[in-house]
T-cell receptor, first 113, second 109 residues
Framework: KAGVTQTPRYLIKTRGQQVTLSCSPI?????VSWYQQTPGQGLQFLFE???????NKGNFPGRFSGRQFSNSRSEMNVSTLELGDSALYLC????????????FGQGTRLTVV | AQRVTQPEKLLSVFKGAPVELKCNYS??????LFWYVQYSRQRLQLLLR??SRESIKGFTADLNKGETSFHLKKPFAQEEDSAMYYC???????????FGTGTRLTIIP
C-alpha cells in the first residue's frame, strides 16, 4: 500500500509569509502527527490529529496550526514565517494512535529567507 | 515531563563487532519505548518497540525500568547497519513521540 505522502517536498518562503503543508496518511490510518526536525533541536512534536480533532499539542507558538479532513488528510499551516522556522517538517500516520506504529513521510523541507 | 537522552552523537564500530546504542529516559509514568532508524536517503521507520519484545535485523532492546534505559544492541555489526538511530518515548495510549537527539552509527568495513 502507498506510504505517507507529503507535499510539497521543498518550499522557499520569505519572512512574514505564511505556508501550508499537506500530508496524506496511509489508507485506513486515522491519526496524523506532525514533527519539526532541525539540526539544533532535533525532532520535536508539533501536534496530532485523530478523526478531525486535535488530540495532542506540543510547545510551539500559535503561529503553527493544523487541521484534519474527513478523509484523514492533514494540513499544517505556519503564519508570519520567521527565519527559525526553516526546518524539515515530518508527518506520521498510524492506525489508531496511542503507541501503535507510526509511519513517516519523506518530509517537506521549508526554507525561510 | 518526558525526556530522552542519547549520549552518543556519533558511534563507529568495526564490522562483526558488537554494537550498543545507549538510550536513557525520564518519565514519571509507564512509558512505551521505541527505536526508529533512518537509512541514507530513506524515511524514518520503526525498528523495534519494547512492547513487542522481538528482534529485528538482529537488534534487540530491553527496557530497564530501574535504570530508566532502553539500550539497543546487536552482537555482530553489519555494514548495512550504518544509519541514524533515534530512541523515542510515548506515554501509554498517547501518540506523541518524544525523540532523543539521535546517534549516527557507522560500521567500518
Amino acid at each position: 500500500k502507498a506510504g505517507v505522502t507529503q507535499t510539497p517536498r521543498y518550499l522557499i518562503k520569505t519572512r512574514g509569509q505564511q505556508v501550508t503543508l499537506s500530508c496524506s496518511p496511509i489508507s485506513g490510518h486515522r491519526s496524523v502527527s506532525w514533527y519539526q526536525q532541525t539540526p539544533g533541536q532535533g525532532l520535536q512534536f508539533l501536534f496530532e490529529y485523530f478523526s478531525e480533532t486535535q488530540r495532542n499539542k506540543g510547545n510551539f507558538p500559535g503561529r503553527f496550526s493544523g487541521r484534519q479532513f474527513s478523509n484523514s488528510r492533514s494540513e499544517m499551516n505556519v503564519s508570519t514565517l520567521e527565519l527559525g522556522d526553516s526546518a524539515l517538517y515530518l508527518c506520521a500516520s498510524s492506525f489508531a494512535g496511542g503507541g501503535t506504529e507510526a509511519f513517516f513521510g519523506q518530509g517537506t523541507r521549508l526554507t525561510v529567507v | 515531563a518526558q525526556r530522552v537522552t542519547q549520549p552518543e552523537k556519533l558511534l563507529s564500530v568495526f564490522k562483526g563487532a558488537p554494537v550498543e546504542l545507549k538510550c536513557n529516559y525520564s518519565y514519571s509514568g509507564s512509558p512505551e519505548l521505541f527505536w526508529y532508524v533512518q537509512y541514507s536517503r530513506q524515511r524514518l521507520q520503526l525498528l523495534l518497540r519494547h512492547i513487542s519484545r522481538e528482534s529485528i535485523k538482529g537488534f534487540t532492546a530491553d527496557l530497564n525500568k530501574g535504570e530508566t534505559s532502553f539500550h539497543l544492541k546487536k552482537p555482530f555489526a553489519q555494514e548495512e547497519d550504518s544509519a541514524m538511530y533515534y530512541c523515542a518515548l510515548s506515554a501509554i495510549g498517547n501518540e506523541k513521540l518524544t525523540f532523543g537527539t539521535g546517534t549516527r552509527l557507522t560500521i567500518i568495513p
